[in-house]
Nanobody, 121 residues
């Protein structure tokens, strides 16, 4: 089993910044992609940002130029730096991690518990 613990959410004014962190622990033999989804009330969960084990990144178009995703493999941690936040960024943010527990074993996706990000004046 893999556990993901998120931190860094909160309330911020439009134009402000937040940094989300998500640390993975547990039965991890190999690490693959990590990243962040978000879900606003009444909306489907959507991918915000992802990063491969080698550092390749992808971002949702609406956050490009404002959000940056990074990871520290030694710490099994992924970060999401969010700048120039907008009201429409308000959502619960969930981190995910794709890992396998054994060499050549199946890749499983684990999820964090979610952290609320509210952008409001």
């Amino acid at each position: 089993q893999v556990q993901l613990v998120e931190s860094g959410g909160g309330l911020v004014q439009p134009g402000g910044s937040l940094r989300l962190s998500c640390r993975a622990s547990g039965s991890i033999f190999s690490r693959y992609a990590m990243g962040w989804f978000r879900q606003a009330p009444g909306e489907e969960r959507e991918l915000v940002a992802g990063i491969s084990s080698g550092g390749s990144t992808r971002l949702k178009d609406s956050v490009k130029g404002r959000f940056t995703i990074s990871r520290d493999n030694a710490k099994n941690t992924v970060y999401l730096q969010m700048n120039s936040l907008k009201v429409e960024d308000t959502a619960v943010y969930y981190c995910y991690a794709d890992t396998s527990a054994t060499h050549g074993g199946p890749i499983l996706r684990s999820w964090g518990q979610g952290t609320q990000v509210t952008v409001s004046s």
